[in-house]
């Protein structure tokens, strides 16, 4: 699932993004997915299986939490 909290805690740990941008919408375009920031300016498309690796390896570190 995708959320905004998602999306910039993804353009905070993968993209690099400084932790005060954060993502305000966002746009599924065939493979990619077109971030907007809250500046209103600057954006990004990022394709979605980075984006969909990157949740996954999240996911599989929580269940290994718990393991």
């Known amino acids: 699932m995708i959320t905004l909290e998602l ?3 993804f353009t905070h740990e993968e993209l690099r993004y400084k932790s005060k941008i954060k993502v305000t919408s966002y746009e599924i375009i ?3 997915i077109q971030l907007q920031f ?11 299986d980075r984006f969909y690796n990157w949740v996954n390896e999240k996911r599989d ?7």
């Open 38 to 48: 809250d500046d209103n300016v600057m954006g990004e498309v990022v394709s979605s």
């Open 7 to 9: 999306l910039s805690q």
């Open 61 to 67: 570190e929580k269940i290994n939490q718990i393991i």
């Open 30 to 32: 065939r493979d990619w």
